[in-house]
C-alpha cells in the first residue's frame, strides 16, 4: 500500500514512527500482522506487510477498534493524503498483487 505525506508533516510523522507506542505494535502483532515495514522516499510512504492469522476482516475490524490505536491514528492520519490527487481513499491506497516469488 501507499500513500503521501503532508510536505509540513513529513518530520513528525517520521518521528513518530522513530518511537511507535509499544501497545500499538503489540495490537498490530495480535492482529495477525508481521513483518510489517515502512519506506520512505520524499513524500512517498509505502507499507508493506503479511498477514498470518485467518480472518483478515475481522482482524482489521478488532485493530480498528483499540482505543489506543485509535489515538494513534489521530496524531499519523493528519499526515498522509492519497497517493493519487483524484484518489477517495482517506489515506493509504491498496495494491493489486501482480507477482509473488516466495
Known amino acids: ?3 503521501r505525506l503532508v510536505p509540513e508533516k513529513r518530520d513528525e510523522y517520521l518521528a513518530l514512527h522513530r518511537m511507535v507506542w ?3 505494535e503489540k495490537t ?3 492482529s495477525g500482522i508481521r513483518n510489517f515495514t515502512i519506506f520512505s522516499l520524499d513524500d512517498v510512504i509505502i507499507a508493506y506487510y ?3 492469522g485467518d ?3 475481522a482482524d482489521q475490524q ?3 477498534s483499540d482505543p489506543i490505536t485509535q489515538e494513534w491514528w489521530t496524531h499519523t492520519a493528519p499526515c498522509q493524503r492519497p497517493l493519487r490527487e ?3 481513499a482517506p489515506n493509504w ?3 493489486d498483487e501482480v507477482w509473488h516469488l516466495d
Do not use: L
Request: aromatic share 12%; charged share 30%.
Open 86 to 88: 483524484d484518489s477517495t
Open 50 to 52: 503479511e498477514y498470518v
Open 22 to 24: 509499544p501497545q500499538v
Open 55 to 57: 480472518d483478515f476482516d
Open 62 to 64: 478488532r485493530m480498528a
Open 93 to 95: 491506497e491498496i495494491f
Open 1 to 3: 500500500m501507499a500513500a
Open 28 to 30: 498490530i502483532s495480535e
